[in-house]
């Protein structure tokens, strides 16, 4: 006497049977689907923020000591006006550049140097979610230091403190386009090494020409500080610090941001595939 089980037809039977005569004979089981982007991206995120709790810290306070100094520096020549302005907004970014842009180009050069990509190019989950969880943990860590450097600056210069609510599209907008920049530089450099000194290039050349006021350099030093990601968050703060800014030019300086961040998170995504499977 035989039996049928209800809902399963022979052809679903002979498949089953062939599957298990397959693994029987040794062959790899099929692997679960891919895991998708944005529970990958929370993963990461939360590992990365975690790991650099205590590795980081020390490394920020730095960062704001750097620029509250700088300031200090500049007070002494600098009274006000569209110098002081340039001063205080380019300090706060420069402590972004120092951990979105200089830390982590070398965080990507040392992952890639000691082969801690093989681990995540086993893991299921996208390279856009390894990029942009290391790229947005990195760039939390700026939040506090950027907001201090602009509060003592805007204090230090005498500068309007009822526009700083800037700094929360500043901060991550900026953050974005020098977090990709730097984890492409580290991706892409062929030395560990490289990468290093690629990173603290970057954050020289933000330092330089975000905090020096753009009237006073010349026009081929002009030319590349348009070049430079951070300069539109730079001139979005320091837009924020007029009597009345101009909210069309401060809204046009942060989508520059965003489409630069948008282009250098995805040339990291593409580094990031590239450095993985060689």
Do not use: I, N
């Given at each position: 006497m035989s039996a049928v089980t209800t809902g399963v037809?022979?052809?679903?039977?002979?498949?089953?049977?062939?599957?298990?005569?397959?693994a029987g004979d040794g062959e790899a089981a099929p692997l679960?689907?891919?895991?998708?982007?944005l529970p990958a991206l929370a993963a990461v995120y939360r590992a990365q923020l975690s790991r650099a709790r205590v590795a980081r810290i020390p490394l920020l306070f730095v960062a704001t000591f750097q620029s509250v100094g700088i300031m200090i520096l500049m007070r002494g020549v600098v009274d006000g006006g569209d110098a002081a302005r340039a001063v205080v907004s380019g300090s706060s970014v420069l402590v972004v550049a120092f951990v979105a842009l200089n830390l982590l180009a070398q965080y990507f050069g040392q992952?890639?140097?000691?082969?801690?990509?093989?681990?995540?190019?086993?893991?299921?989950?996208?390279?856009?979610?390894?990029?942009?969880g290391a790229?947005?943990?990195?760039?939390?860590?700026?939040?506090?230091?950027?907001?201090?450097?602009?509060?003592?600056?805007?204090?230090?210069?005498?500068?309007?403190?009822?526009?700083?609510?800037?700094?929360?599209?500043?901060i991550p907008l900026a953050g974005a386009a020098l977090s990709g920049l730097g984890a492409a530089l580290?991706?892409?450099?062929?030395?560990?090494?490289?990468?290093?000194?690629?990173?603290?290039?970057?954050?020289?050349?933000?330092?330089?020409?975000?905090?020096?006021?753009?009237?006073?350099?010349?026009?081929?030093?002009a030319l590349a500080r348009d070049l430079l990601p951070s300069t539109y968050g730079v001139e979005a703060l320091a837009r924020s610090f007029d009597a009345h800014p101009d909210w069309l030019l401060v809204?046009?300086?942060?989508?520059?941001?965003?489409?630069?961040g948008v282009a250098s998170l995805a040339a990291a995504t593409w580094a990031f595939r590239r450095a993985a499977v060689r």
């Open positions: 037809v022979p052809g679903q039977s002979r498949e089953r049977g062939d599957t298990r005569a397959r679960g689907p891919r895991a998708r982007l992952l890639r140097a000691g082969g801690g990509l093989d681990h995540y190019a086993t893991l299921p989950v996208p390279p856009a979610a390894v990029v942009l790229a947005g943990a990195y760039a939390s860590f700026t939040v506090p230091g950027t907001a201090v450097t602009a509060v003592v600056g805007s204090v230090l210069f005498k500068l309007p403190l009822g526009h700083l609510w800037v700094l929360a599209a500043v580290g991706l892409l450099a062929p030395r560990q090494e490289l990468a290093t000194l690629a990173g603290q290039l970057g954050m020289s050349a933000a330092l330089l020409l975000g905090v020096l006021p753009a009237s006073h350099m010349p026009a081929p030093v809204a046009a300086d942060l989508g520059v941001c965003a489409a630069v």
